[in-house]
């Protein structure tokens, strides 16, 4: 059965994968670990450089040094001084080959993929001989993880940490500033134009309205309240295309519902055509905010 599962090679300051193992085996708690390890590099700055993350059969374990993480999933019957020994042999090795400029240089995830070959090595090395080939290297990382061992956190504790539930990073109301949608396109500037435009002549009609809202016509209040109301919702639906958020369907639908409800409140006020227009704006903007998505990202691909 082997012990060393997966290793990891990760650059410590934004989490950029480095090189990775090749991956044979279908577990799905294994699928669950590496999940884990790549949500842990995006945030390593949280953590100190030796920590090791407990799971039901696998454990996490994981190496940072010279602005590089080595991490790894390791089966629990594997003593927690092996698996750093592991770690500390792919330091030296990942170390003797990459110098730091050319790891502070990588711009694409998975640079130095063909590492790939001396990790295999050093795994079954330790998967068929239970250790290094060295015993005076275990015995100097017992003697330092007896001097100074590492922080044992729970997994339960890897998800508090970084935000996430079963494995997804769950986004907080103020974390969509922080993802990236896809790039505005021509009909979704057209569709900013137009609402700025909606926007713009609800408040110029409101305006308008208040100076006789209190002089003759009591009745004119809700009208001047639903020119504002839509002003605002217009205004909304720009915020909401631009911008990410949680629940952007729900949104959505009801920054619409409003806009229509509104403008059916305005009838007499405004022609059959004029609403038409409003809603139709108010339609497209909905359906080009729901239809762009956050931006791909590629850190994941290749493992």
Same mark, same amino acid.
């Given at each position: 059965?082997?012990?060393? *599962? ?16 090749? %991956?044979?085996?279908?577990? +799905? ?9 790549? +949500? ?11 920590? +090791?993350? =407990?799971?039901?059969?696998? $454990? ?5 040094? !010279? ?19 592991? *770690?500390? %042999? *792919? ?11 050319? &790891? ?8 130095? #993929?063909?590492? %790939? $070959? ?18 005076? +290297?275990?015995? !100097? ?14 997994? %339960?504790?890897?998800?508090?940490? $970084? ?21 505005? @396109? ?17 408040? &110029?009609?409101?305006?308008? *309205? &208040?100076?006789? @809202? ?21 205004? #909304? ?10 629940? =952007? ?13 509104? $403008? ?24 080009? @905010? ?14």
């Amino acid at each position: 059965m082997s012990l060393i *599962l997966f290793a990891f090679v990760v650059r410590v300051r934004d989490g950029l994968p480095l090189s990775a193992s090749t %991956d044979f085996e279908h577990n +799905t708690e294994l699928q669950e670990r590496k999940q884990q390890l790549r +949500t842990i590099s995006k945030s390593l700055g949280r953590f100190p450089d030796r920590v +090791t993350v =407990k799971g039901r059969k696998l $454990n996490i374990y994981f190496v940072s040094s !010279e602005g590089v993480s080595y991490m790894s999933v390791c089966h629990s019957s594997l003593p927690v001084a092996k698996a750093f020994c592991f *770690l500390e %042999d *792919l330091r030296w090795e990942f170390t003797a080959c990459f110098d730091s400029a050319v &790891i502070s240089l990588a711009a694409r995830p998975y640079p130095f #993929l063909e590492f %790939d $070959n001396t990790i295999q090595k050093l795994k079954q090395q330790y998967n068929q001989t239970g250790g290094p080939a060295l015993e005076v +290297t275990l015995a !100097e990382v017992q003697e330092e993880l007896r001097i100074r061992p590492p922080q044992v956190i729970s997994l %339960d504790e890897v998800e508090l940490t $970084n935000g996430t539930a079963n494995g997804h990073i769950e986004q907080s109301a103020t974390s969509g500033i922080n993802q990236r949608l896809e790039p505005v @396109t021509a009909p979704g500037i057209l569709s900013l134009v137009l609402n700025i435009m909606c926007a713009s002549l609800n408040v &110029i009609r409101g305006v308008h *309205l &208040i100076e006789n @809202t209190f002089q003759d016509d009591s009745e004119a209040t809700w009208k001047v309240a639903a020119f504002f109301i839509a002003f605002l919702c217009c205004s #909304l639906q720009c915020h909401l295309y631009l911008f990410h958020s949680s629940l =952007k369907k729900l949104k959505s639908f009801l920054l619409l519902a409003a806009i229509v409800l509104c $403008n059916l409140h305005l009838l007499g006020v405004r022609n059959t055509w004029q609403l038409l227009f409003h809603v139709s704006v108010a339609s497209l903007s909905t359906s080009l @905010t729901l239809t762009r998505r956050l931006q791909h990202r590629s850190d994941d691909c290749g493992v």
